[in-house]
């Protein structure tokens, strides 16, 4: 069995522009080294918007360096970015944005939804880029729901869904640049199960919902964040009440971490020349891609 590192909860919610609130369960600066190769995750939601004709969210701004991976539950985001990458996502449906030498983009709620109002619930993670492909060009990735194979776990335990890496030969989607595993896991009140992932990996579970035990004894009510150390090949999970959690899982990528806002790279120097490419609109502008005007207005 894997032991238990540490866990991390976060008391108190903060907004990402008017359209995200979030709890930060980790970021870089927090519990760097231990979750490389994810810097970040940030848990929107769960949140009642009321109807609105106002555009929620976060307008234009950059990113270089790693990816943004966004989850949704429930809601509609629409996503721009000055690569042509681009989409509305869904319940179910995932981005893999791979910001790489750098873009920027806009991240708002979906005309529709807003308009609608209702629940919304969403992640998003970060996950760091090694230095050989930190400039590399930029790649989105629109993964649907049904793109995305469910496995169903033995005695009737819940549901996994492989979004990335692979879970007992099943392969997800999701292109990745390093090794990564991203598993989206609902276990039912009452069951246990024990996941089986890579030794010598980063291994973390988010825990979205619920209250779960451990193998171990450690009762972990969401939103929390379990890391554990990276020998061992199992982890075993007892659901007390009905578990909503990500496993994440990934070879560390054993390199400096130097971030600054929506660029993390490998040094000052990094930092700096991204700063100069940013300011110099090397990372493009949403105004130049064609169409640009139509989406705003669809
Ligand atoms: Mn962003």
């Given at each position: 069995?894997?032991?238990?590192?540490?866990?991390?909860?976060?008391?108190?919610?903060?907004?990402?522009?008017?359209?995200?609130?979030?709890?930060?369960?980790?970021?870089?600066?927090?519990?760097?080294?231990?979750?490389?190769?994810f810097?970040?995750?940030?848990?929107?939601?769960?949140?009642?918007?009321?109807?609105?004709?106002?555009?929620?969210?976060?307008?234009?701004?950059?990113?270089?360096?790693?990816?943004?991976?966004?989850?949704?539950?429930?809601?509609?985001v629409?996503?721009?970015?000055?690569?042509?990458?681009?989409?509305?996502?869904?319940?179910?449906?995932?981005?893999?944005?791979?910001?790489?030498?750098?873009?920027?983009?806009?991240e708002?709620?979906?005309?529709g939804?807003?308009?609608?109002?209702?629940?919304?619930e969403?992640?998003?993670?970060?996950?760091?880029?090694?230095?050989?492909?930190?400039?590399?060009?930029p790649?989105?990735?629109?993964?649907?729901?049904?793109?995305?194979?469910?496995?169903?776990?033995?005695?009737?335990?819940?549901?996994?869904?492989?979004?990335?890496?692979?879970?007992?030969?099943?392969?997800g989607?999701?292109?990745?640049?390093?090794?990564?595993?991203?598993?989206?896991?609902?276990?039912?009140?009452?069951?246990?199960?024990?996941?089986?992932?890579?030794?010598?990996?980063?291994?973390?579970?988010?825990?979205?919902?619920?209250?779960?035990?451990?193998?171990?004894?450690?009762?972990?009510e969401?939103?929390?964040?379990?890391?554990?150390?990276?020998?061992?090949?199992?982890?075993?999970?007892?659901?007390?009440?009905?578990?909503?959690?990500?496993?994440?899982?990934?070879?560390?990528?054993?390199?400096?971490?130097?971030?600054?806002?929506?660029?993390?790279?490998?040094?000052?120097?990094?930092?700096?020349?991204?700063?100069?490419?940013?300011?110099?609109?090397?990372?493009?502008?949403?105004?130049?891609?064609?169409?640009?005007?139509?989406?705003?207005?669809?």
């Amino acid at each position: 069995m894997k032991k238990l590192a540490f866990t991390r909860q976060v008391p108190g919610r903060h907004w990402v522009g008017d359209g995200f609130p979030v709890r930060s369960l980790f970021t870089y600066d927090d519990s760097g080294a231990a979750l490389s190769p994810f810097l970040l995750l940030d848990y929107a939601g769960p949140h009642v918007f009321p109807p609105t004709s106002r555009k929620l969210g976060v307008g234009e701004h950059p990113h270089r360096g790693f990816e943004t991976v966004t989850i949704v539950y429930d809601g509609e985001v629409d996503h721009r970015d000055s690569s042509g990458g681009g989409g509305r996502i869904g319940p179910g449906d995932v981005q893999w944005m791979t910001a790489a030498g750098g873009l920027v983009h806009e991240e708002f709620h979906s005309p529709g939804f807003a308009q609608r109002g209702g629940r919304f619930e969403m992640v998003q993670l970060w996950v760091n880029l090694p230095e050989r492909s930190k400039l590399a060009p930029p790649r989105y990735q629109g993964i649907r729901a049904g793109q995305i194979p469910t496995v169903t776990l033995a005695d009737g335990a819940g549901t996994l869904r492989v979004i990335a890496g692979s879970h007992a030969g099943i392969a997800g989607p999701a292109r990745t640049v390093t090794p990564i595993d991203v598993w989206d896991v609902h276990l039912h009140q009452g069951r246990q199960t024990t996941l089986t992932v890579q030794a010598g990996h980063t291994a973390a579970i988010v825990v979205l919902a619920g209250t779960l035990v451990l193998g171990s004894g450690e009762r972990l009510e969401g939103p929390r964040l379990a890391v554990f150390e990276r020998q061992g090949e199992r982890i075993s999970l007892q659901a007390e009440s009905a578990v909503h959690l990500l496993f994440l899982g990934g070879e560390p990528i054993d390199e400096p971490i130097v971030g600054y806002g929506p660029f993390v790279m490998n040094s000052r120097e990094g930092i700096e020349q991204a700063i100069i490419d940013f300011q110099a609109g090397r990372m493009g502008n949403l105004g130049e891609i064609a169409g640009s005007e139509i989406a705003r207005s669809g």
